[in-house]
């Protein structure tokens, strides 16, 4: 059996990003941020673990972050509260696991993955999802772990424009903004993993696309490994993880093709977002319609990259 | 604008029948729930209506029908809840909602379809779904409504046999019934419906396919409108619905290939089910790789059909 050379690609989000407001300052945590997740991931790989093992622990890092919308430091529902949403797949064998409106695990990821490996379900929602987790005795937070003044004002600023009837600004990064890891391992094995908090001042009970195996998530070792981030309904809507599947498989395109593709034509329905996709044979992905997309990406030649705009 | 003759098929649920229960008695009880939903169906497609207020319409009749696994009648979960999924697509413009975990709704799929006109998002779930549902109106029936003695035997079945141990009947109809209806209208649009009440036994807030745009749900005017019926989690993982749009669109095939060709894959796998599905020219098919399938349907010629086996 060949062995194949590790490869590892993350997002922390994509939207309009306004380079102005993008301090020297800030530019550098959200690098550091990126690059403490990419490292964890590698860690994983380089040990010759599974390349579920390693956007598992990529996705961790980037949910202990609060600069990231996912797990502490998650967006506010219209509610004030924080509901998460998680997923991953395995392309070995297209085992999946997901969760969607979940408060209280630290990390909503290891959720996902108890779904997959302690049930015979896929998905777990709401309070059925809560009582899960505590039963298995996931780690939990308090209210105040999870919380940041930042997403508070967020939600404080978005009602208050909600009030005053003035134009979205079209922020979808705020809005939007999800992390998610992809990777091949050693073996030559696929997985995809993604973990949100999803819209600020969404209806409490929201769902989007970060959970749905087939939109935001998706990984088969015959084809790629998917993990989105933009406006999840369109995403839903268009299946593009396994758009992406379905373009390589049945139209025999390449990865690149097939993923920038799929963005290019959401762009004018005003399906803003991105992903990151990584292939068989260790060719990375990163297309996004949106000004900028929080991205890092380790390749074949092992070099890390870390990039925003 | 050429005009299209309409089709209308739907199903009550897929699994092991087995014939020596099924009763003469009971057997025209099935044919005649479904035969009231298809003519639901029809009625709205003969007065020129679109195809998504005819599926909703079959759906609807099947919801209110205490034998099918939807509305009135819905399984119960290992803690004797009821929680209902439901989604719907218009082919039109791939405009969806959806809605898991729900309980109260008198029709699931007016509520997956209020998400889908009256919000932004394409899918709620549990609590926030709920109080969707009552802030905007809909009809809301108490316990006693949706609960039936039938469910509840088959639920105490169920928990007696996990704590016997004894090993699973494989009576996936029982634990995977879902109804749907799929449409095409008179002006060529294509309309797919589907609710369920899950898996009798099913952990509280686990979501199956039904609600899941690309998995149990899906209608793209462009190539078919899909619902399907089965072990949901195999129906996801393989993301169903949008795998024959994918076949039709990038392979070529023609409905009956993608759809059966679908199906007869997920058998060894472990993926009992079904769906019914049309497409644009009007052709229907209903494959499934389990025992029987309830079923009805009207094609081109204006003959509606009723069957189990």
């Known amino acids: ?33 990126l690059n403490a997740a990419l490292a964890a991931g590698r860690a994983v790989l380089a040990a010759g673990g599974a390349a579920l093992d390693a956007v598992t622990a990529s996705v961790m890092a980037l949910e202990d972050d609060p600069l990231f919308n996912a797990g502490r430091g998650a967006v506010l529902t219209s509610a004030g509260t924080q509901e998460m949403d998680a997923a991953l797949m395995d392309g070995r064998d297209r085992r999946a696991g997901a ?20 049930t015979e379900h896929v998905m777990l929602a709401g309070n059925g999802a809560n009582a899960f987790c505590r039963e298995i005795g996931l780690e939990i937070m308090p209210v105040d772990y999870f919380l940041t003044p930042a997403r508070q004002e967020a939600l404080a600023r978005e009602l208050e424009r909600r009030a005053s009837g003035a134009a979205d600004d079209g922020d979808a990064a705020r809005k939007h903004g999800t992390v998610g890891a992809v990777a091949l391992d050693r073996h030559g094995h696929l997985a995809a993993a993604t973990s949100t908090g999803g819209m600020t001042a969404k209806l409490p009970g929201r769902v989007g696309d970060s959970p749905v195996i087939g939109a935001g998530t998706f990984a088969d070792d015959a084809t790629c490994a998917v993990s989105a981030t933009g406006h999840g309904e369109y995403f839903i809507r268009y299946a593009v993880g396994h758009e992406i599947d379905a373009r ?57 990259h870390t990039a925003i705009f």
């Open 99 to 118: 969760v969607a409106g979940i408060f209280g695990p630290r990390n909503p990821i290891l959720a996902a993955r108890a779904v997959m490996e302690r």
């Open 1 to 33: 059996m060949p062995e194949f050379t590790p490869v590892l690609a993350l997002h922390g989000g994509a939207g309009t990003m306004s380079r102005a407001r993008m301090t020297p300052e800030r530019e550098a945590a959200y690098r550091a941020g």
């Open 248 to 304: 390589m498989r049945w139209a025999g395109q390449d990865l690149a093709t097939a993923s920038s593709g799929i963005i290019a034509e959401l762009a004018p329905l005003g399906g803003s977002g991105g992903l990151v996709a990584v292939d068989r044979t260790g060719a990375i992905a990163l297309p996004f319609n949106s000004e900028g997309m929080y991205r890092a990406w380790v390749g074949a030649d092992g070099v890390p």
